[in-house]
């Protein structure tokens, strides 16, 4: 009677495993080299020098005393532009951006009362995290202010 030996089976689990790695490592080649990595737009230094004037813009209104408020109570939200500004001819808008929600950003024509403020009703507004942003002309000096509040919350006075 011949008897025959068991064969070991670790050199085989050796290979198999080797091939199971090389093939994983060439899914996640072939995976990475088909995603799409353009990281600039087309446009990429116009956007930059846009951006660099939307910095100057916000230096410049940073020390004028501008602001953008929540009213918990009336539910409004109140712009108050610098007192210098305050009855002189400008131009602007009004951006309200929500950054969980894109379809919810509205816009609004800046047109503040002689004293330099503009209320806006929020009552329409989902409660949440708002960023306004204001953009205005006043003079050939462009001034933004960019403000973050919460609707939906009563202010601590």
Do not use: C
Not at 83 to 109: C, M, N, V, W
Not at 111 to 135: D, E, F, H, T, Y
Request: proline fraction near 4%; charged fraction near 15%.
């Amino acid at each position: 009677m011949i008897m025959k030996t068991a064969r070991n089976p670790w050199p085989l689990a050796i290979i198999a495993t080797f091939i199971v790695f090389i093939s994983g490592i060439l899914t996640v080649v072939v995976l990475a080299s088909a995603q799409k990595t353009e990281l600039v737009s087309n446009n990429y230094y116009e956007q930059e020098l846009r951006y660099q004037s939307r910095i100057d813009s916000r230096d410049r209104t940073q020390n004028l005393g501008a602001s953008a408020t929540y009213d918990a109570t009336s539910r409004r939200i109140v712009i108050a532009l610098p007192a210098a500004h305050a009855g002189k001819l400008l131009t602007g808008q009004i951006q309200l951006y929500r950054p969980s929600a894109a379809g919810l950003d509205r816009e609004f024509a800046l047109r503040p009362a002689a004293n330099g403020i503009q209320s806006l009703n929020a009552s329409g507004l989902q409660n949440g995290l708002w960023k306004i942003r204001v953009a205005w002309n006043v003079a050939g000096q462009d001034y933004f202010l960019d403000e973050t509040i919460v609707i939906g919350q009563l202010t601590p006075k």
